[in-house]
DNA sequence: CTTGGAAAGTCAACAAGACTGACATATTAT
DNA sequence: ATAATATGTCAGTCTTGTTGACTTTCCAAG
């Protein structure tokens, strides 16, 4: 959380310093910090609302990705499915998804966002890419480039690639 | 999760290109991911410990800040006193954590790490850290700026500067 | 010097959200 | 016909957060 310190000398040792144990460290408590930010608005608005996280991203991944199926919800978000099925079941109770039998293979659910759900999800959104658009455009153009950069290489290639697959699946 | 598209045209537009709602939710959704990641290598150390992420966010900041306050530890975790005191509880009586009365203030606590506590806390931070320099050495020292520079926006200014205060209190 | 309040600790009860394990049902694939 | 898959559900456990109530210790201002 430290200001950050340019050396002036054009030493080797110059072209490593982001890679210290000091520098690794803030990184690690600067993602801690951004973290609790980034959920803290969406936050706000589940608590008066009796959901918490887990409706948050099941409702952000079915508005993202339409008709996809539980199982491809369960990778993506790697929770076990009586977990899920808790978080989905009380969103389909309320109203806010809707689950259809698949045409092709009719073990399958396909799960969508029921107007109401849609409306729920972008006040959600809304909330939390405020917060992003902020941050994007103070740090600016070069700093979001490198921003998806460390984070991309963050995750696991597996994962990455798995995503990744499901994202363009749902185009 | 997809590849980034940069249009070839000089317009004003090309500017905010970066700031579209899919640009943006883009962001979002390498929050999930990267930090799911982020937290892996620790999450697998710990859970054959009988411990979880609140204790290792704990011992991270004794750590980091030797002798601080109970109060202090709260206002940088953010969580109840009844929450952390239960997790420094059994921190303490593992033998990982001293709490000496306060020298000027003597209902403080002041909190240190053992020598158990420091294997303890470099065991996690190890497996955390080369994570992070993994993505660092790929990502590159231009896109590690960047990527620094986007999170510290994303934390409101309160929080930058309270955390920033303590930082440097325990320099 | 007393008293008010801050810092810390503790007890109890509760909830969200994760987990495991077991089992049921429908459907598809072999 | 049988095996495997997709989904759903019941029951129980764990971690980590919450509130509320209460005590002890201690500093500082009246």
Redesign the interface.
């Known amino acids: 959380?430290?200001q950050?310190k340019y050396p002036s000398s054009g030493s080797r040792g110059e072209?490593l310093?982001?890679?210290t144990?000091d520098?690794?460290?803030?990184?690690?408590?600067?993602?801690?910090?951004?973290?609790?930010?980034?959920t803290?608005d969406p936050d706000r608005i589940l608590e008066n609302l009796a959901y918490g996280r887990a409706h948050h991203?099941a409702v952000?991944f079915i508005n993202?990705s339409p008709n996809l199926t539980v199982n491809e919800l369960l990778d993506i978000l790697?929770v076990t499915k009586q977990s899920l099925n808790r978080v989905l079941r009380q969103l389909m109770d309320d109203g806010l998804v809707n689950s259809k039998i698949g045409r092709i293979d009719r073990r399958q659910r396909n799960l969508t966002l029921t107007e109401k759900g849609q409306a729920f999800e972008r006040e959600l959104?809304d909330a939390?890419?405020a917060?992003?658009?902020?941050?994007?455009?103070?740090?600016?153009?070069?700093?979001?480039?490198?921003?998806?950069?460390?984070?991309?290489?963050?995750?696991?290639p597996e994962?990455?690639e798995k995503?990744?697959r499901l994202?363009?699946k749902h185009r």
């Open positions: 959380m430290q950050e072209q310093l982001f890679l144990d520098q690794v460290r803030q990184g690690i408590e600067l993602m801690f910090f951004a973290y609790r930010a980034f803290a991203r952000h993202r790697g959104s939390q890419r917060r992003m658009r902020k941050a994007y455009s103070s740090a600016g153009a070069d700093a979001v480039a490198g921003f998806r950069s460390v984070l991309q290489e963050m995750i696991d994962t990455r995503v990744r994202m363009e």
